[in-house]
């Protein structure tokens, strides 16, 4: 029910914008979420927003190069990522909760894309 799209190849110092779409939606959203893994490394946080107050979170370091933002009338959350580098390469995917509370915590998310590659070369 989360398609995730917009990853690919691009050099550093570059721009991407992630895009998830919550297609044919059955349950009621509390925060989209965005999190990423890099070969042999945990899935770590990027990103949350709240559906309802638009309220954002970010993972520290991450704060000031990407942006969460959200579409409600098209069910979608975006990940605007700049000046990207190449430890920013990772599979990114996007989750979705039920949760009024926000959590960057990946257990407490219900729903998961598929995910997609973003590679940073230098």
């Known amino acids: 029910q989360l398609q995730a799209s917009g990853g690919g190849l691009v050099q550093a110092g570059d721009s991407l914008r992630l895009s998830c779409a919550a297609s044919?939606?059955?349950?009621?959203?509390?925060?989209m979420g965005w999190f990423r893994q890099a070969p042999g490394k945990e899935r770590e946080f990027v990103a949350a927003?709240?559906?309802?107050?638009?309220?954002?979170y970010y993972a520290h370091l991450l704060k000031g190069r990407f942006t969460i933002s959200r579409a409600n009338a098209e069910n979608t959350v975006y990940l605007q990522m700049n000046s990207l580098k190449p430890e920013d390469t990772a599979v990114y995917y996007c989750a979705a909760d039920r949760s009024s509370w926000y959590s960057s915590q990946a257990v407490s998310y219900d729903y998961w894309g598929q995910g997609t590659q973003v590679t940073v070369s230098s």
């Open positions: 927003i709240s559906w309802s107050t638009g309220n954002t």
């Open positions: 044919r939606r059955t349950f009621s959203i509390g925060h």
